[in-house]
């Protein structure tokens, strides 16, 4: 193989993770379980490349940015997109009219498309 060959595919090697883009939130659905305990449904999209490169969680934001909630994600899938995952016995306070959800991967951090949505008290 030549050097310039080579060369090419070490720097595709080094970009291929960038690629995967940002965590996008497509789709929340909240449901009151108690007083003041909600379960969530939130569908993301992110182009999971494997264990370097998946969307590991996404949280629920209170007013001021406050994280009210984090669902961890412990594996990639990258052949299961978009994916749904809940969150159970979430507490948001009565006060508390909007939240907002957003993703979170190992290579970008924090971006993509959020999602604001109104709790049903």
Aim: glycine content about 8%; aromatic content about 6%; some cysteine.
């Amino acid at each position: 193989m030549n050097h310039l060959l080579k060369a090419v595919l070490c720097l595709f090697c080094m970009l291929t993770p960038l690629i995967a883009g940002e965590v996008d939130v497509t789709n929340v659905t909240v449901q009151q379980e108690s007083p003041n305990k909600y379960q969530f449904n939130v569908t993301l999209r992110h182009d999971d490349t494997g264990w370097n490169h998946y969307a590991d969680r996404w949280e629920i934001l209170g007013p001021q940015g406050t994280v009210l909630a984090t669902r961890v994600l412990l594996h990639p899938h990258v052949d299961k997109q978009p994916f749904t995952r809940s969150l159970s016995d979430v507490s948001i306070a009565p006060g508390i009219r909007e939240v907002t959800i957003r993703g979170h991967d190992l290579v970008h951090g924090y971006g993509g498309k959020e999602l604001t949505i109104t709790i049903p008290h």
